[in-house]
């Protein structure tokens, strides 16, 4: 069964570096998300991506954040500088959308360790 | 703003029970609501999605059920087994907006 995949499972990085986080979304899926999920809290959304644009974020996807579909499979999201608080497990998701969006498939996640 | 509760926060019972979860939302102006499954350390795993038009939907010993008007859904599992062991996420799609996660309920079902 076609699954979302992450790279890497577990990334450590020291405040202030940029870190970039990579999701390989379903194959025909037509939308793409980033949520994060801080430990022992809820999980959160913060950008979806349709047709190579951003389509929504929240007010958690400031300036220091990105995402970007470099090529036909690959969607990434960038966090230029970061924070003790961007320590986070960050999940992606993608769904089909054909014609609105629906069930989401979520990949494992990236836990991120910021130092 | 859409909030989503769920209740209780943890349940633990013994294995062959049937139990029901609780989700609640604050704006009944929804598209879809979707239930997963987190496991410890892992990803989430989609069980279930209702449309905002529909009143339920099954999959195997799980129902759900949803009530726009009154802003509830439940989650029913049948003859609950150790393998349903997992935290169950209530998410809720308004339009426009993406999903909106309740902080889940941590189930232990024990032999």
């Known amino acids: 069964e076609p699954e979302v995949t992450q790279t890497p499972s577990h990334q450590v990085t020291q405040m202030g570096q940029e870190v970039i986080l990579r999701c390989v979304p379903i194959?025909?899926?037509?939308?793409f998300y980033w949520y994060r999920q801080i430990l022992g809290q809820k999980v959160e959304f913060l950008v979806s991506f349709y047709n190579n644009e951003i389509s929504e974020k929240s007010e958690i996807f400031d300036d220091q954040f990105s995402v970007e579909r470099p090529d036909g499979s690959n969607f990434t999201l960038k966090i230029r500088s970061t924070k003790l608080e961007d320590s986070a497990m960050y999940f992606c998701?993608?769904?089909?959308?054909?014609?609105?969006?629906?069930?989401?498939?979520f990949g494992p996640g990236t836990r991120l360790t910021v130092l | 703003k859409q909030e989503v509760t769920q209740i209780p926060a943890a349940l633990s019972v013994p294995e062959g029970e049937n139990l029901v979860l609780n989700c609640s939302f604050t704006d009944s102006a929804i598209y879809n609501l979707q239930w997963f499954r987190q496991d410890p350390g892992k990803g989430l795993t989609s069980l279930l999605l209702i449309q905002s038009s529909q009143r339920e939907q099954t999959s195997g010993r799980l129902n759900a059920s949803l009530d726009k008007s009154s802003g509830r859904s439940t989650l029913y599992i049948a003859a609950s087994q150790p393998g349903d062991s997992a935290t169950y996420l209530c998410?809720?799609?308004?339009?426009?907006?993406?999903?909106?996660f309740g902080p889940g309920t941590r189930l232990s079902v024990l032999p």
């Open positions: 998701a993608s769904s089909e959308g054909l014609a609105v969006p629906d069930t989401q498939y």
């Open positions: 998410a809720v799609h308004n339009y426009g907006q993406n999903f909106v």
């Open positions: 194959s025909n899926h037509l939308y």
